[in-house]
């Protein structure tokens, strides 16, 4: 089992499989609170071991070491979400083992949605009023680039009324019962926004209306169970759908409307296509845009292992000033000098190594190193003890204690 280089910890992930068969790049909703609590479910704590938090956060394989693509969605200073890319996961009953490890100081942001999922925009480039770009194509109107309302970082997309017409902007996400379309929306008062898909002769056409309805269209507009936001961002997520029976499934800011017919016999359309209203003042704004594979009994987070350690540790020193303890520091590296000043204990450290000074001053014990201890010197000044399993203390045959060497 390998171990991925410079991260402290980690834990086990127990994936179990659907009834729907295997799934390939699956991707899959993770909370991940960065302090210390109970893990379950789809929710786990780090106990304040991410030494670079929220970046210092990585996924793999079963191997611990092939890395898994990830995005994450949102995080404060306390926890966060992250969406990962699970390559393979088997059918049920069977399940599938992957790891999480964190703990690594000055790490690098390598978030990235693009990578996770069929499609992804969450609009991050250009200035403010550029063209919306990325796999974008307008068809009709503007659609710009906007700084005025986002919901994750610096900016959204925005469609612009009136433009003469319904504006109208469409992405290529191919049609298909295994696939969900997800993004937070930002509705105007008065505006509606309109997400058509198509398999190129039946289309879904749902409406976020202007009196905050959810309409869809069969044979005619009906107003489904739903309701969305207005002047406010919100969520919305279109999946389980059948492209033979015409039913589809909608969850909305929390609440689901399952089984909702449509007929709408229209060719032309196959790509995702957002329309607005061509009211005065109805922008509507979109943002965190994803495509991702979806099964109806959908894998489950079915357990995590305890914390494990390992890796490599850096500490650029570690000093304790006064009576007191430095210990149980596991596989740890200390690169500057490390100091225990006055009465105290200096123990537990294993599989440690001391690039700099090893220095205990004072009354006190430097007990339980084990293994290998590599430095320029280990010093012991004043009355003391240095004991327990010492395997080698490179660069010196000898170890100075009191009067004599040995």
Not at 202 to 213: G, Q, S
Request: glycine share 14%; proline share 2%; hydrophobic share 35%.
């Amino acid at each position: 089992m390998g171990w991925l280089s410079g991260y402290a910890y980690r834990k086990e992930i127990t994936i179990t499989g659907t009834p729907d068969g295997a799934q390939t790049n699956y991707q899959m909703l993770l909370n991940i609170i960065k302090g210390a609590g109970s893990d379950g479910g789809n929710s786990v704590y780090l106990g304040n071991h991410a030494l670079d938090w929220p970046e210092d956060i990585r996924f793999t394989k079963s191997d611990g070491e092939t890395l898994l693509d990830f995005w994450r969605e949102e995080s404060d200073a306390t926890d966060g979400t992250w969406w990962i890319e699970f390559d393979s996961i088997s059918a049920s009953p069977n399940t599938a083992t992957f790891y999480i490890y964190y703990g690594k100081a000055s790490d690098s942001d390598v978030s990235n949605g693009d990578n996770t999922f069929i499609q992804f925009d969450n609009f991050e480039r250009g200035s403010d009023g550029d063209p919306i770009g990325g796999d974008w194509t307008v068809v009709i109107g503007s659609v710009i680039i906007s700084t005025e309302q986002k919901w994750g970082d610096t900016r959204a997309m925005k469609i612009v009324t009136p433009g003469g017409s319904n504006p109208e902007v469409n992405i290529p996400v191919n049609c298909g019962d295994h696939v969900a379309i997800r993004f937070r929306y930002y509705k105007s008062e008065i505006g509606g926004l309109y997400s058509v898909h198509g398999d190129g002769s039946n289309l879904f056409d749902c409406r976020l209306d202007i009196d905050e309805d959810v309409d869809v269209y069969d044979s005619g507009w009906v107003d489904t169970t739903l309701d969305c936001k207005k002047d406010s961002w919100g969520l919305v997520e279109f999946c389980n759908f059948s492209w033979t029976a015409k039913t589809m499934t909608i969850v909305i800011d929390g609440a689901t409307e399952s089984g909702i017919p449509f007929v709408f016999t229209l060719g032309g359309y196959t790509n995702f296509t957002l329309i607005t209203a061509n009211i005065a003042d109805g922008h509507c704004w979109v943002d965190n845009f994803i495509a991702r594979n979806w099964t109806a009994n959908e894998p489950t987070w079915t357990s995590w292992g305890s914390e494990e350690t390992g890796g490599v540790t850096h500490y650029a020193s570690a000093t304790l000033s006064g009576a007191g303890t430095l210990a149980g520091i596991a596989k740890g590296k200390f690169a500057g000098k490390t100091t225990l000043a006055g009465v105290g204990t200096l123990s537990g450290i294993t599989k440690g190594t001391f690039v700099g000074k090893a220095t205990l001053i004072g009354t006190g014990m430097v007990a339980c190193i084990t293994n290998v201890i590599r430095g320029t010197k280990a010093t012991m000044t004043g009355e003391g003890m240095l004991s327990c399993a010492i395997t080698k203390i490179a660069g010196h045959k000898r170890l100075w204690w009191g009067s004599k060497y040995y």
